[in-house]
């Protein structure tokens, strides 16, 4: 490794613990389940390339797997075009059989289609498949790996900020992991304590984390696991799972020293805190040594004291209108690729009138078998219904919810219960005070929404513009995943607070036209609700500039208010 | 890689009991089972495969046909000798397609001689046995549907690919998912006879032994299956002796009336409350080897038979599993 010497001293560059977890990975490739690199840089290219020489090395297989691979190439089966060239059934091995005992690299591991990350996560749980190396690009925290591959991967590593450009080969020469004894209770039991301040409550970290534990015994030629050893196991397994900050006498860092626009080096917060004190039990040094190692990010997260929403989210409902399922609507033309499936009896159907003509030309027999062309093929269509998201934009100012709030919380969980029985998302974005906030990122889970929406506190002014902007980003996002969304804003219209933040009623509202007109170029479907006591010419004239239907309901409790904005929805239509 | 041992998992009574009820009893309907990621709900689930005492088939049926199927579906059982073999457990993938599911045209036979021959999917191989969906959740809507529908009727009909095939399809279905990240619907919620919540167990001595039984079993698999065989074994004998009880026991008027009162107390919607929670509970008297059923029983399947039955109040946030607590203790003390 070459760090370039800028990071502080003493503190190592993010690839050192990638590189270590890779190495322990490769003690015993079966035991870890994978491994997720996030952040695209030429360390994780050339740990990458490590790995594969590593696994090339000791005659395992290492392949590439593309997130868009069929059932057919992933499982195996009949390999349609081989069989329809030859007349005869050509089966073909699956990639996870190829790879048993190997690993397979998943590049952009976030876009993975859910059907994909099913079966990955069963062979993982089989013990027989190929661990996973996803390699995570992904840029905003609700994009992510499937959260079920996520559990299943042992280690997880934050490649963006590395400076490292070279990786040394990945020896493990010599480690042997049977010969290293069993955990012993205080280190179980130091483990789970350590787990236990993270706030890491699966059970499957605390498993790799004790392999892990023996692997790196192994590795430096010990017969039982030592504090040092235990330590690089909390370190590369627990810690990037943490959900909260172990209780600290000394202050969490302050969030404000980490400017989101340039990624930190995790580095920085190992300061005294690595230095183990010899006289403190051995857990409390292990929950120093994870917490030192909590990725920066995640740190400012939890300092803040907001969950992460990648443990918790992840491949929820990422469901695409792909063609590929659904209702069947009929065959055409088309070659059986990217997903597509073949039609086989119309294809037969289309190459049966031929036969004689080309048996002709071929000079064939009567025995011989049926004779196919490029042009026979058929692949099938499906119709799949384009899920609907509904994003409730909800005014927590003062001016207009204070009073009113409870019946707008009630009528959004109204409306929830109602959506997962349609089986539609919804999304929740609160505005109120300076900001506007994505609550609750589109998702089916009641759960998560009523958490969300009683956190939401109320009071402060009314930055109507930032609401509807906010509104807007989450609608451009559902609809660039192939969804259709829909709005309900539920406010008074009686903007104060302006986009640039300052307050001021005249300004406030001319931004609040103007993002209610860039909602209304968007062409997203919406209504908005006037649930304040006296309703108000702004509210309408605010629907007006949005293209969008306008309710006003006074003294409408959360039941009536739910009512109304489902009669005036558009009938749910397959799209 | 061997299977966990069924025996050997640690904790979450009340999810091991609800599966070994539908083991005892399919009629019971399948087992939903909630929880966060990583508290042995699979393992669980997985290890109940091998918990189960053989069923007898005709050896050269497709489906694993009883005689009883035989007689009902003469076209598509192949009939042969009646042979001794192990009770199917399907673990089905979130990304099945369709075809994989319900079946499809032998593409092999198709090619190959131009012959239509259906080729059975994972519901004829789950017949008489289980079919596990993790994730359930999060599962396609199409697939739910046509899961539901097979699951009710206990056959599969297929007309599709110029196929017409009708084949029975009995399962106990097993679901597993996070309510963090997708509710299941209603429809399909009410279809499962019992659902049960797992949390991750928190004592720390827990965690500790279930990470000591782990590490042991990846260390030496076959060693430790061997280590936990009797205890699996006495499990098996128990559930085929239940099995065989089940016939003999017949709910009393006085327990009948209990259960009655009970699902009027809860609200919960429809009768199939009240049906699943007498029937899991003469499992349960069975299971544990009672001379009747009674109402010991009846409490202690209540929650896993109607928790997921109560009309749902979205503003009200008492937990359901509470309020049917409540209701037992002041009906019956």
Known sequence: MTPDGSSPEGACDPVDDAVLAARLFLVEPTL???????????????????????????????????????????????????SLATGRAVHQRGLLEQCEGGAVVVPMAERMEPRVAGRLAQSVDEGRGPALILLDDAHDADDAPPASLLERCAFHAELGASRAARVDPLGTTGADLDGVAALKPTALEALAATAEALGVASLRPLIFAQSAARAHAAL?????????????????????????LPPMEEEPPPPEEQPPETPPEPGEEENESQQPNPDAPLEETLVEAAKAAIPADLLAALAEGKAPRRVTGGGTGKRRKSGLR?????????????????????????????????????GAGREDPIQMRKEDLRVRRFEDKAARVTIFAVDASGSAAA??????????????????????????????????????????????????????????????????DAARECAEAVASKGRTPSLVVLTDGRANIAR????????????????????????????????????????????????????????????QIADAVQAAQPSRQAA | MARFPFSAIVGQDEMKQALLIAAVDPSVGGVMVFGDRGTGKSTAARALAKLLPPITAHANCPY????????RYPDVCG???LRKRPVPFVDMPLGATEDRVIGSLDLERALRAGEKAFEPGLLAKAHRGFLYIDEINLLEDHLVDLLLDVAASGENVVEREGL??????????????????????????????????????????????????????????????????????????QVARGKNRLEKLEPGEDVLMDAAQLCLAVGADGLRGELTLMRAARALAALKGAKAVRREHLVAIAPSALRHRLRRDVLDETGSTVRITRAIEELFG
């Not at chain 1, 690729?337 to 009896?345: D, N, T």
């Not at chain 2, 079993?217 to 004998?237: C, H, T």
């Open chain 1, 326 to 362: 659904g209702k069947p609507l009929g065959a055409r033309q088309g070659i059986p690729r990217g997903g597509a499936r073949l039609a086989l009896i119309d294809t037969l159907r289309a190459a049966v009138p031929w036969q004689e003509v080309r048996r002709r030309e071929s």
């Open chain 2, 64 to 71: 694993g046909g009883s005689k009883e199927d035989a007689e």
């Open chain 2, 164 to 237: 017409s095939v009708r084949h029975p399809a009995k399962f106990v279905l097993i679901g597993s998912g996070n309510p963090e990240e997708g509710e299941l619907r209603p429809q399909l919620l009410d279809r499962f006879g019992l659902s049960v919540e797992v949390k991750t167990p928190t004592e720390i001595e827990t965690r500790i032994e279930i990470m000591r039984l782990v590490a042991a079993q990846e260390r030496d698999p076959e060693a430790f299956e061997a280590q936990w065989a009797a205890e699996d074994e006495a499990i098996l004998k």
């Open chain 1, 220 to 244: 430096n030629g010990r017969k039982a696991a030592v504090e040092e050893d235990l330590a690089a196991a909390a370190r590369l397994v627990l810690s990037p799972r943490a959900t909260r």
């Open chain 1, 403 to 468: 009073a009113r709030l409870a019946e707008a919380k009630g009528a959004v969980e109204l409306m929830l219960a109602q959506a997962y029985v349609t089986r539609s998302e919804v999304a929740l974005v609160a505005f109120r005070g300076e900001s506007a906030e994505l609550l609750l990122p589109p998702t089916r889970s009641l759960t998560r929404a009523r958490r969300a929406l009683s956190e939401l506190p109320g009071g402060g002014g009314t930055p109507l513009s930032m609401g509807l």
């Open chain 1, 32 to 82: 870890f389940g994978g491994m997720v690199l996030r952040g695209s840089s030429p360390a994780r290219d050339a740990l990458v390339a490590a790995w594969g020489e590593a696994m090339d090395a000791s005659g395992r297989p290492f392949r590439k797997l593309p997130g868009h691979v069929d059932d057919e190439r992933l499982l195996g089966g009949v390999d349609i075009a081989s």
């Open chain 2, 79 to 81: 009939g042969g000798p």
């Open chain 1, 500 to 559: 640039d933040g300052q307050p001021g009623r005249k300004q406030a509202g001319e931004d609040a036209i103007a993002s209610a007109k860039a909602l209304a170029r968007m062409g997203v479907d919406a209504i908005v609700i006037d649930i304040s006591a006296r309703a108000a010419r702004e509210g309408a004239a605010l629907a007006e500039a949005m293209n969008a239907r306008f309710l006003a309901l006074p003294r409408a409790d959360a039941h």
